[in-house]
């Protein structure tokens, strides 16, 4: 059984769940890239590398992890390997994944290039999307240079279980108010967990309680300029 989602008359994702978008209703990629891949320094902090990974929570439709793919795709520099590891609860229908990434972008949005590149990712990722069981599994894809790890279950159990150190945390629940679990203090606990100095941690949420837990785990948090509608975004450093 795979989690509904509405779609808006505006042509933005809607999680009956949750009551709350999957994206903003403007610029899915835009945002994707602003908020979160270039937030963490991307592409230049994964050149000169074997090997990167990303850590995400809340894999929703996997437009966070396709712009990812496709920047580093498109990068004549890029590390041997990406690691993209993402925990999900709910997991979606391959056919939304692909609907979304469709979602034409707002006017001046990402470069169309890149654009077409994550329609085509998102197609190859919706072929490989299926079957998915509670617990850990893995998608490998670009012959395995791009390695998906998906933890189908509840965010805290689920990063218990991962083995890995993050170079970057994409922090995408939704709204803290609608989902306090993503960010409560043990949520990020277990994030911190799979962090080490040096790693970013970027979101689109500057809620407070979510700044003050990741002060309170040595984490420097910033409030960045955001991407309208959006004030702000949060960008912070282990
Ligand atoms: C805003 S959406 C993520 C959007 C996604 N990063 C993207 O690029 O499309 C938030 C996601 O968090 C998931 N989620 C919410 N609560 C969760 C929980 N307690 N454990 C695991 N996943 C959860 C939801 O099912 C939803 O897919």
């Known amino acids: ?29 835009a945002q994707a890239l602003t908020v979160f891949v270039n937030a963490c320094g991307l592409p230049q902090r994964w050149r000169g590398r074997d ?3 990303v850590l995400e929570t809340g894999f929703g439709l996997g437009l966070n992890f396709l712009a990812t793919w496709a920047v ?7 590390c041997a390997r990406l690691n993209f590891v993402s925990v999900e609860a709910y997991p979606v229908a391959a056919a939304d994944i692909v609907r979304n990434a469709l979602a034409p972008g707002a006017p001046g949005d990402a ?12 197609q190859e990722l919706a072929r490989a999307w299926q079957g998915l069981r509670p617990g850990v599994q893995h ?17 805290q159990p689920m990063l218990s ?3 890995c150190v993050a170079d970057a945390v994409y922090l995408d629940g939704f709204s803290p108010s609608l989902n306090p679990d993503m960010w409560s203090l043990a949520t990020l606990q277990a ?14 949420s500057v809620a407070l ?15 960045c300029p955001g991407l309208p509608p959006k004030r702000h975004r949060m960008a912070a450093l282990l």
């Open 1 to 29: 059984m795979t989690e509904p989602v509405l779609w808006l008359d505006d042509g933005s994702p809607h999680s009956p769940r949750f009551n709350d978008r999957y994206r903003s209703r403007t610029g899915g990629l």
């Open 51 to 53: 090997e990167f990974t």
């Open 72 to 78: 580093w795709e498109t990068d004549a520099q890029r």
């Open 111 to 122: 470069d169309p290039q890149l654009q077409a590149r994550l329609q085509a990712l998102a």
């Open 139 to 155: 998608l490998e894809f670009a012959e395995g240079r791009v390695r998906l790890t998906l933890a189908v279950g509840a965010v």
């Open 161 to 163: 279980l991962l083995d």
């Open 191 to 204: 994030v911190a967990r799979h962090c080490r100095a040096g790693t970013t941690l970027v979101s689109y």
């Open 209 to 223: 309680a979510v700044r003050e837990s990741l002060t309170q785990l040595g984490f420097s948090v910033r409030k």
